[in-house]
């Protein structure tokens, strides 16, 4: 076939260069969005803040350490069972910096409206912003608005920027990472995509899946408080554990094994997934994130995370060891190994 006449779908993880244009899955958090950011942009853009490839940027100024993050929010629709784009905004820059263990502080807020939309859509929008914002303890400084025609936005796209100070003396990153850490989460997975999912497809089911958006800097505060011996920490979004535990084993060259058996997913989640033949460990959260420390502080870091709000379901999931591969392995009920590689295509466009 005439390669101008092939268009890949998405669903196939050809290498970058096979792709002429970009495709949906560039941007769902698997293996496509790791090799367009390694060979693309951070091939373009490479500096140490960068190349740590932390959430968000670690950065000195006049001797104070400062987290520096961005994101931007597409997620269709804009109202959704716990939650919108105004707060998943808020909260998902709060969490970039939460990652570093930064204390957030202030936030910027970029708007590219579309050209129909109802200002009482927006109005409600930017109200729920302000409540995330007061809630996490961060103010809106400054911000942008654009207007395009008609039918290229979807509505409404957020940009948002966030500044944290760094107030402890832990280096927190995939570097840290090392055999025999223990692997924690804070909660069951999957939910978030589970409700951008039960949304557009019209699905039903007994009990309604909300989606777990919240904010993570008081969780990790509380631990690094506590003088827990934090390694690193990520959020789970885009790809969901399954990406973020990749990500996390090729930038520290080890291998990680989970014990499939111990990963918290609720019964609607594992229902909804079967029905839509998604993998839970694939699936996005807004609310979850993994932390990663030394196996003699686990026990004492999942009983600081359960006395929170947001720690209630926290667990041991699995183990850091050296292997002769970067690589995450999970363990089934049955004791069988299989290898958890990152997406290879677009499970779930735009949930976020």
């Known amino acids: 076939m005439a390669p101008e006449l092939f268009q890949p779908s998405g669903e196939c993880p050809l290498p970058i260069s096979q792709y002429p244009h970009v495709v949906m899955a560039h941007g769902g958090g698997g293996k496509l969005m790791h090799e367009l950011i390694e060979k693309v942009?951070?091939?373009?853009?490479?500096?140490?803040?960068?190349?740590?490839?932390?959430?968000?940027?670690?950065?000195?100024?006049?001797?104070?350490?400062l987290a520096f993050t961005t994101d931007s929010y597409v997620v269709n629709p804009l109202f959704f069972p716990g939650g919108d784009i105004g707060a998943l905004a808020v909260h998902g820059t709060v969490n970039d910096l939460a990652m570093c263990g930064a204390r957030p502080l202030?936030?910027?807020?970029?708007?590219?409206?579309?050209?129909?939309?109802?200002?009482?859509?927006?109005?409600?929008?930017v109200q729920s912003m302000q409540r995330a914002a007061r809630a996490c303890g961060v103010e809106i400084v400054t911000g942008d608005t654009k207007v395009v025609d008609r039918g290229k936005a979807d509505g409404l796209f957020i940009n948002t920027a966030g500044i944290g100070l760094i107030q402890h003396g832990f280096e927190l990153g995939p570097r840290r990472i090392a055999p025999g850490d223990a692997v924690i989460i804070n909660g069951d997975i999957g939910r978030h995509g589970m409700a951008i999912m039960a949304v557009r497809e019209g699905l039903r089911f007994e009990t309604a899946i909300e989606s777990d958006s919240a904010p993570l800097a008081e969780p990790v505060l509380k631990l690094l408080g506590a003088g827990i011996e934090l390694h690193c920490l990520r959020d789970l979004t885009?790809?969901?554990?399954?990406?973020?535990?990749?990500?996390?084993?090729?930038?520290?060259?080890?291998?990680?094994?989970?014990?499939?058996?111990?990963?918290?997913?609720?019964?609607?989640?594992?229902?909804?997934?079967?029905?839509?033949?998604l993998d839970p460990l694939s699936v996005a959260c807004e609310g979850w994130f993994v932390d990663l420390v030394p196996g003699h502080e686990a026990a004492r870091a999942v009983a600081l995370l359960k006395s929170d709000a947001l720690g209630a379901g926290a667990a041991v999931i699995g183990h850091v060891t050296a292997g002769q591969r970067a690589r995450v392995v999970v363990r089934s009920a049955i004791g069988v190994d299989r290898v958890l590689d990152m997406p290879s295509g677009e499970q779930l466009p735009r949930i976020c």
């Not at 959430?55 to 006049?62: F, I, K, P, R, T």
């Not at 936030?107 to 109005?123: N, T």
């Open 106 to 125: 202030w936030l910027s807020a970029g708007f590219i409206l579309e050209e129909g939309l109802g200002l009482d859509v927006l109005r409600r929008i």
């Open 238 to 277: 885009r790809g969901g554990l399954a990406s973020a535990l990749n990500e996390l084993a090729l930038a520290a060259a080890v291998e990680i094994t989970i014990d499939e058996r111990a990963v918290p997913v609720s019964e609607p989640v594992k229902a909804a997934c079967e029905v839509l033949g």
């Open 41 to 65: 942009f951070l091939h373009a853009f490479t500096n140490p803040a960068l190349d740590a490839r932390h959430d968000a940027a670690v950065l000195n100024l006049g001797g104070k350490r």
